[in-house]
């Protein structure tokens, strides 16, 4: 293993290089632009053996990705916020059609107003698109999902698509040390890929996306949902065969000083490395203060979010993304997971960062303390709002 | 000689304007850091990207690891380009006594310290421009700023930062890269530090 100094996006680049995909389709769009950029020069410079397709927009990327899928490939493509809308009709072929296909997606915001910064709109605009969703805390993280996405999405007995997401621009673009590992142990974790089906098996004849009416179409639906219950059986297998090569956890819900703490911040992807620093200068000052990162957020891991936060008085949930009239995405998540708990801790949403407006360390410090006095409410709260 | 002392995380701020390489400061700066075993973050701060509009990029360097991402509000170094940003308050935000600036200036300390009464920290005038000039033949001066920096701050070591030079140039050309590392050696001597 080495340590190298990557950019998230060069971390994505960089498990894309050693996975060596069969087909990549390219569309550039910031912030994810960097990761197609890095893995075109692997083309040119023959590290990999993969097809580069240029494509004319998104919907074609995600198109070209569900043929090439469907005819055995492993296919992969990456893309953020508008360009994931656009994207947005064929990326749930890409999970009804049951394709293994892994799409890095870099957060950003959703026009309009137009806004190349980080927020999560685009990818919870799709939570319900039967992908699989994997956040990242880092560059670090970004590197290691791509693993646990490739295999999770090409295990026959889930067979569905999975988004490895990290912010954009914070850690996209942040220069960060990266543990890579060595080609040859990247290699044998991922394996060779040989579906059961595909539209090449001349001898096994099949259908990718046929047309489903009243007589099967539901109970297709039912088996995908069946598919995401298939990663609770077999994720953690995946995640200790990981382990062992690069000695790092992967929980689908990371409990950072929860034990005995008081309030509990709930957040995904850079927020809660951010919110990490901030726990660890409370604990100094005697705060029972603690995090709790959501990894996996499709399929939603509520029991173990509920064993983590069931004892605490206070949780605060950070959303970098509005469910515009609702209550926001992962405080509604976190709600549920608390449902039904004889004493279930008190929660307060707070929302964020939208359109890449900073998270400061003093806003996290407000939250903490506002929790800390027990106070909570059902309103939507904002920090680093002006006005 | 100023020491970065027992401080776990040292914090550096760039400004310069688009096309002057502060974010490729930052992260050579890191790079090196990285070669000796210390934690690194660099990042630059992206508006609308234009050539010659102010831009900052900051790095931080640290014995354990490093978690937080907000932007550095008060840095330990401030590292000045283009001196004639020296004047937009927004460079100066957040320094306190303790902060080392390094400005790209042929003028002496006093005169810089006229320009900017409400800075406290100490100032290090290097003329990176004119090591430019004549060793890199252009006004590339991200490159000796690294140099006067490392002598001031010894937060990285010269030999580490010129391996980090050196292999960033190289991939244009042997020439940039023997140019830029000979920037840099030349502004690490001539700092008066």
């Known amino acids: 293993m080495q340590k190298k100094a990557l950019t998230g996006a060069g971390a994505s680049a960089e498990a894309m290089r050693q996975i060596n995909p069969d087909v990549v389709a390219a569309y550039p769009i910031t912030p994810q632009t960097p990761i197609m950029e890095t893995f075109a020069k692997f083309v040119n410079d023959g590290k990999v053996s993969t097809e580069l397709i240029r494509v004319e927009s998104e919907h074609s990327a995600m198109s070209a990705v569900i043929g090439a899928s469907s005819a055995g490939a492993r296919a992969m493509t990456a893309t953020s916020s508008v360009g994931l809308a656009l994207m947005f009709e064929v990326v749930n072929a890409a999970s009804g059609m049951r394709l293994p296909i892994t799409m890095p997606v870099v957060n950003r915001a959703l026009s309009s107003p137009i806004n190349i910064h980080c927020d999560h709109s685009d990818t919870m605009a799709c939570r319900d698109a039967g992908w699989i969703q994997l956040y990242s805390e880092n560059a670090q993280e970004a590197y290691d999902n791509m693993f646990l996405a490739q295999k999770l999405s090409e295990h026959p007995e889930i067979l569905l698509p999975t988004m490895i997401m990290q912010d954009g621009f914070i850690t996209s673009h942040s220069v960060e040390p990266v543990e890579v590992l060595d080609d040859e142990t990247a290699k044998s974790f991922i394996g060779s890929y040989n579906p059961e089906h595909s539209l090449l098996l001349s001898k096994k004849p099949v259908t990718f996306g046929a047309l489903q009416l009243f007589d099967y179409f539901f109970e297709t639906k039912r088996q995908q949902e069946l598919a995401m219950d298939n990663v609770w059986r077999f994720y953690y297998s995946i995640a200790d065969e990981l382990t062992q090569l690069t000695g790092r956890q992967y929980p689908l819900a990371e409990p950072y000083h929860t034990e005995d703490a008081e309030v509990i911040l709930v957040a995904l992807n850079s927020a809660a490395s951010t919110i990490k620093a901030v726990v660890n200068k409370l604990r100094k000052q005697g705060k029972k203060a603690g995090l709790l990162k959501i990894r996996l957020f499709r399929p939603f891991p509520y029991s173990e979010v509920s064993q983590h936060l069931q004892k605490v008085k206070s949780v605060g949930v950070f959303d970098r993304s509005y469910s515009f009239g609702a209550n926001s995405p992962l405080l509604s998540e976190i709600i549920s997971s608390l449902f039904g708990l004889e004493q279930a801790p008190k929660v307060q949403g707070y929302i964020f960062g939208l359109g890449g407006r900073d998270l400061l360390e003093a806003d996290i410090e407000k939250a903490f303390e506002e929790l800390f006095q027990g106070k909570t409410s059902f309103e939507k709260k904002y920090l680093g709002l002006r006005g | ?193």
């Open chain 2, 1 to 193: 000689m100023q020491d970065s002392g027992n401080k776990s995380m040292i914090e550096l701020r760039f400004h310069g304007r688009g096309g002057q390489g502060a974010k490729t400061a930052a992260q050579l700066l890191v790079e090196a850091a990285l070669k000796e075993g210390k934690f690194i973050q660099a990042f630059p701060e992206y508006g609308p990207e234009r050539t010659g509009a102010p831009v900052k990029a900051f790095a931080r360097i640290s014995s354990e690891a490093i978690l937080t991402y907000q932007p550095i509000l008060n840095p330990d170094y401030l590292v000045v380009i283009d001196p004639t940003l020296l004047v937009n308050p927004s460079v100066t935000e957040g320094t306190t006594e303790n902060t080392i600036l390094i400005i790209n200036s042929d003028s002496p300390e006093d005169e810089i310290m006229a320009r900017v009464p409400h800075f406290k920290g100490k100032i290090y005038p290097i003329n990176a421009s004119g090591i430019a000039f004549e060793k890199i033949k252009m006004d590339k001066s991200n490159v000796p700023m690294l140099g006067a920096l490392a002598k001031v701050s010894k937060v990285v070591s010269i030999a580490c930062l010129k391996e980090a030079v050196y292999s960033h140039f190289i991939s244009k050309s042997k020439e940039l890269g023997e140019a830029n590392v000979s920037a840099l050696e030349e502004a690490y001597s001539k700092v008066n530090a």
